[in-house]
Each structure stands twice: as C-alpha cells, then as structure tokens.
C-alpha cells in the first residue's frame, strides 16, 4: 500500500455538507442535459444527412469538432472564472445559452447554419463540467471524489440512453427539428431547478489541513500552467485522456450511424434498443471506474492508472469482434462490452486531478484536461472516422464505416500505454503535493 503518497487523498474525517445529495442530483442533471444535447445530433445524423445532403466529413465535423472547437476554447476562460465567481449560477447561466442554441438547431437550414448553432452549444457547454466538478470536489471529502465524480459523470450514460432513446421517438413523432427543440426546453427547466435549490459550498474545507487555506485566493493562469506542467502526472494523464476521449467519442458518435447504415437498424428500433443499451453500458464504465478506483485506490495509488489502462487495452478486440458482425442485433450485443470499457477512464482522470490540483485552481486544471478529452476527442474522434470513411468510400471499399470503426482498435492500444506510463509517476506527484503545501 502506498501509504505516503495517498496520504494527500485521505483528510481527517468526512464532515457532511447540508444538501450535498440535492446538489450532486441536480448537478447530474444539469449535465445529462448536456450529453443529450450533445448526443441527438449523432442519433439523427441520418435524416439530417439525407435532409440536407451532408457528407461524412461533414457529420464528423458537426457531431465533433464544430463542438469541441468553442467548447475548447471557452473552457479555460470559463473555468477561470468558476474559481472566482458563484459556480451554481455560472453552471445554471451556462444551461441556459447552450440549451437556447440547441433549441437554434432546429431552424438551421443547411450545413453552415447548423454549424453555427453547434458551435453556440459548445459555447455554453464550455461553463458546465469543470465548474460543476469544482462545486462537488467541496461538498465530498478526496477519498469518497472518485465514487461521486464515478457517479456524476453518469450523466453521459444518461445523457446517451435519453438523446438516443427520446431523440429517435421525437423524431418519428415530430420530425428531426422538433426533437432539437424539446430537448431545448428541458434544459431551461433544468438550468432554473439548479439555480434555486443549490448552494455554494465553502471552496476547500474538506480538503487535508495541510493542502486547504483557510480563504484560498483563485489562481492565475500563469502559474496554475507551470504547475501543471511540471507535474509528470498532469501532463501523461493529459495524452492519455485525450487519446481514450478519442476512441470513446469516436465510438459514440459514429457507432448508431454504423448500426442504422451498415446493419440496416431501423431508426425505431434505434430508438428501442440502442438508447437503453448504449446508456446502461456507458453508465456501468463510468460509474464503476469511479467505484473500481475507489476500492483499489486504498490500496496502490498506480489504481488510478492500472484501471483505466487495462480496460483501453481489452477495448481494441472486443470493438473489433462487434463491428465485424454479421447483423445489428449481434454487433449491438457484442458492442456492450467494448461500450463499458470505453469509458472506464473517465471517473479517474477527473478524481486525480481533483486530488493533485491546488483548491484554488481545481477547475482550471479541470478544464485543461477537458481540452484534452475534447479537442482530440470529440473534436478529432468523429471527425477522424468521418474523413477516413470518405476516403475509402472515395476508393471503392466496401462497407468504408466498418472499416474506419476497426482503425480505432490500435488507437485504444495507445491509450492503454499512456496509461503504463502514468503509473509510474503518480506516486511521486502525489507525495509532491503534500510537500508543496506545507
């Protein structure tokens, strides 16, 4: 057991927040309503595609990179501003402006516009996960951050099973445009709910006394960078998050245009079949890399790297086995396991980083391994898979998607090696961080 450096995640005892449950609900809330404004788009890739004459390349660039792009590049600035600022009312604001962009989706006429209204999306996304990370890492002491973060970042999984599930509903009852504007409304409705029965947590007062000041002053990007950089962990974990965010989001977003495309599944039985199963596998990776890290965690802080390698690394045969498939009922069924896998690393990551970031700074250095998880990968997952389907469409390979979904496979295997490689640092970051403190 490494007993020193764990030392930093362990504070002398948890001390309850009041309303930290109704807070870590509705934050979860808040941001499934996220993912399925993000998921809906690749549920309905198809009409849109045939409605408006879209390419691959272009699905690939609006499911991803028109996204990531804005959310990217907004993230930092908004995570700046949530170690200053109210985060509930910075999280609540945020769902508001990307809920009323996504409602603009429904209007757009072609690719441009739609790009456009995505690109107002991941503008108000940019405000949600590190802020609401933020809030939750002060209302739970570090060695319960794993299991809730495990637990909040379910509301992809969520997320998933509804865009998909009530997406594919919405569609065949009112059409593309009017499932973008339902899913619009509830995140209205969800942004007021936050915003009137969340408080605003004490910043840093169940962290270990050593670590916590006792009125922490927000950090300047300057130094919040160096110190992110002269980290070995940080700047691994960021590689290896960015390539796993790369097969996960490659996965998410093109997996229901290959089951609709290649498999010839129905959008009705989309709707039936892959949102419960697509939400329920996510959910159990995520959840359970949380909870799989919070009980090895005890033990070996490398847990924070083991868990997340290990699963990368079986990710590869097992997507390979579900898209080599002979129908969609068999690839959907064999896609669950490489569907939990996938997103395994998920809870981890944002817990070391909870754990190895100063309290004045943790959403700073959350958004920066959000840049990570969203420029390489929702922003180059999809738009990968989309430009190399195109070129081998463009010569003349049959079934172009399956064939690009198998280029993925060695892509996991790198993430899996980053991950070795993280491991063997961690303990010494860790021991650092108390070092620094005092």
């Known amino acids: 057991m490494d007993q020193a450096a764990t030392a930093v995640l362990t504070p002398p005892r948890d001390v309850a927040r009041p309303g930290r449950t109704l807070a870590l609900l509705l934050l979860t809330a808040v941001g499934t309503v996220n993912f399925v404004d993000r998921q809906i788009l690749s549920v309905l890739a198809e009409p849109i595609r045939q409605e408006l004459h879209l390419s691959d390349t272009q699905l690939g660039l609006l499911t991803g990179l028109s996204f990531a792009l804005f959310y990217a590049i907004m993230g930092v600035p908004a995570a700046m501003l949530a170690d200053r600022v109210h985060r509930v009312r910075l999280v609540a604001a945020a ?76 569609a065949e009852q009112f059409g593309w445009r009017g499932a973008f504007v339902m899913v619009a409304g509830i995140g209205v409705v969800a942004a007021a709910l936050l915003a009137i029965f969340v408080r605003e947590p004490v910043r840093g007062g169940l962290d270990p006394a050593p670590v916590r000041a006792p009125n922490p002053e927000a950090a300047r990007l300057g130094p919040t960078l160096r110190l992110f950089l002269s980290r070995p962990t940080l700047r691994l974990l960021l590689i290896s998050s960015g390539v796993s965010a790369f097969v996960s989001y490659g996965m998410l977003n093109w997996i229901p245009a290959y089951l609709m495309r290649v498999q010839h599944m129905p959008l009705s039985e989309m709707a039936k079949w892959f949102g419960p199963a697509a939400g329920l596998c996510f959910g159990i990776g995520i959840w359970g890399g949380g909870a799989l890290v919070n009980w090895a965690g005890k033990r070996s802080i490398k847990a924070y790297a083991w868990v997340p390698g290990i699963s990368m690394l079986l990710t590869a045969p097992t997507l390979a086995f579900a898209v080599m498939a002979p129908d969609w009922q068999t690839s959907l069924a064999l896609m669950t396991v490489p569907m939990i896998l996938c997103t395994i690393y998920v809870a981890p990551a944002l817990a070391l980083v909870q754990n190895l970031s100063p309290v004045a700074a943790r959403a700073t250095v959350t958004a920066l391994i959000l840049l990570a998880f969203n420029i390489v990968g929702l922003g180059g997952g999809p738009l990968a898979i989309g430009m190399l389907s195109d070129a081998l469409a463009a010569g003349g390979v049959a079934d172009p998607l399956r064939v690009a979904l198998l280029w993925v496979t060695p892509v996991a295997v790198l993430a899996s090696v980053g991950y070795l490689a993280v491991s063997r640092v961690v303990g010494g970051d860790a021991k650092a961080v108390l070092e620094d403190a005092a």
């Open 95 to 170: 769902c508001l402006i990307w809920s009323g962009f996504t409602g603009a989706c429904a209007f757009a006429g072609s690719f441009w516009q739609l790009a456009l209204a995505r690109f107002g999306v991941g503008v108000g996304e940019a405000g949600g996960t590190a802020p609401s990370l933020s809030i939750l890492a002060d209302y739970y002491p570090p060695e319960r951050r794993p299991a809730i973060i495990g637990l909040f970042t379910c509301n992809g999984p969520l997320g998933v099973f509804i865009g998909a599930s009530l997406g594919g509903w919405a």
